[in-house]
Structure formats: structure tokens, C-alpha cells
T-cell receptor, first 115, second 113 residues
Framework: DAEITQSPRHKITETGRQVTLACHQT?????MFWYRQDLGHGLRLIHY???????NKGEVSDGYSVSRSNTEDLPLTLESAASSQTSVYFC??????????????FGPGTRLTVT | GDSVTQMEGPVTLSEEAFLTINCTYT??????LFWYVQYPGEGLQLLLK???ADDKGSNKGFEATYRKETTSFHLEKGSVQVSDSAVYFC????????????WGLGTSLAVNP
């Protein structure tokens, strides 16, 4: 079965370190999204991609970067982790052949703690 | 810009009670509307949708009707179960940008036996 996976599921890192969160989908979806979820803020869009070599900034992109070198993967990098980036991160994808582009499929999330 | 407003939680109900979670939106044109559900420890999943005015989306006993005159898409269920305990998100897709979704802040529901 097609799926979307994230790794690691939990990560503790120190302030200033570079961290990369992985997202891999086997839906063959064109669109991929990274969100962060924080109490009182709901889901906030960090970066998104509509295809290979395409990346776009979301509403809270400062301190984060992504690259899309193939259809399946959209890794999220925190260039220099800050305590304000402690959060739960969700990857989502949408827009496969014959599928509605609005239905986003979510990964299980990565809980990141920056100490 | 486009926005979605949901009632604040948490909502706590007893099993078999009637559920309403309010959602109103602001958008230009004719957006599509969605409810997503997030069970504890999981990612979000689509619960139901409506793509035009007066459409009713339904799934797993949940219903929501797209009311353009009141710009609302309230989620209802006649008899909740403990297994419905989750966070519910209302979202919209503007017709002019149909790949991104605009999200509400989510409403937490706890159902007690």
C-alpha cells in the first residue's frame, strides 16, 4: 500500500545544530508540504513543493529549508536549531494521478525538541 | 485574505451526546470546504468535504453542510462515541489556488464513557 513516512519520529537536539527531518511518500504525488503544529496555532505551513526542483516558502519559513530532487522525498532542514523550533512537524502530500489535488495525506509526524 | 475560524475547545461530551463544532470562513469566490480529523498520536486525515454551496459532506456518521449565505460549514454528529475523541480541523481551498489548504486552529473533542 502507498504511504507517507517520516523519520525520525522523535528527535532531541541542541541549540545551534543542523537537523534534517525526512519525508518519503510512495503515492507518486506531485505536491508535498511541511507543517508545524503548536498548541494555540494549529497547523502552519513551512515550505511546499509542486514538483521536482520546485520549492516555495510558506508562512513560517524562516530558519528552515527544503529541496526536492525526486518525486518521493522532501527533506526539511533546520539550519541552526532554536528553542522556538520545538514542535511537532508533519509532512503531507497530494495530487497523484486520478486523485483530487486538495486531499492531503499526512505522515505520522516528528516530535522535535531543541534544548 | 482567506481564513477559517473554528470554535475553541476543548469540547467534552458524554457518549451518545449530540456534537456540533462550528466553522465559519472568509474567502473570495467559491471555495471548497473540508473537515480533517487527527486521532491521538497520528497525522491528519480527510473526514469529509463539500465543493459547492448547499452540498452536504458525510462520513462515519459525521455531516457538514456548505452554507454560503452564512459562510459556515459546521460539523455535526448525532451520537458520539469514545472513539471519536480527536482534534477536528476545518479547512478551505480557494478556487484560485487549489493545491494549498487554509486551516482553522482545530477543536479538541473528548468523549467520556
Amino acid at each position: 500500500d502507498a504511504e507517507i513516512t517520516q523519520s525520525p519520529r522523535h528527535k532531541i537536539t541542541e541549540t545551534g545544530r543542523q537537523v534534517t527531518l525526512a519525508c518519503h511518500q510512495t503515492w507518486n504525488h506531485n505536491n508535498m508540504f511541511w507543517y508545524r503544529q503548536d498548541l494555540g496555532h494549529g497547523l502552519r505551513l513551512i515550505h511546499y513543493s509542486y514538483g521536482v526542483q520546485d520549492t516555495n516558502k510558506g508562512e513560517v519559513s524562516d530558519g528552515y529549508s527544503v529541496s526536492r530532487s525526486n518525486t518521493e522525498d522532501l527533506p526539511l532542514t533546520l539550519e541552526s536549531a532554536a528553542s522556538s523550533q520545538t514542535s511537532v512537524y508533519f509532512c503531507a502530500s497530494s495530487g497523484g494521478p486520478g486523485q483530487a489535488s486538495y486531499e492531503q495525506y499526512f505522515g505520522p509526524g516528528t516530535r522535535l525538541t531543541v534544548t | 485574505g482567506d481564513s477559517v475560524t473554528q470554535m475553541e475547545g476543548p469540547v467534552t461530551l458524554s457518549e451518545e451526546a449530540f456534537l456540533t463544532i462550528n466553522c465559519t470562513y472568509t474567502a473570495t469566490g467559491y471555495p471548497s470546504l473540508f473537515w480533517y480529523v487527527q486521532y491521538p498520536g497520528e497525522g491528519l486525515q480527510l473526514l469529509l468535504k463539500a465543493t459547492k454551496a448547499d452540498d452536504k459532506g458525510s462520513n462515519k456518521g459525521f455531516e457538514a453542510t456548505y452554507r454560503k449565505e452564512t459562510t459556515s460549514f459546521h460539523l455535526e454528529k448525532g451520537s458520539v462515541q469514545v472513539s471519536d475523541s480527536a482534534v477536528y480541523f476545518c479547512a478551505l481551498r480557494n478556487a484560485g489556488n487549489n493545491r494549498k489548504l487554509i486551516w482553522g486552529l482545530g477543536t479538541s473533542l473528548a468523549v467520556n464513557p
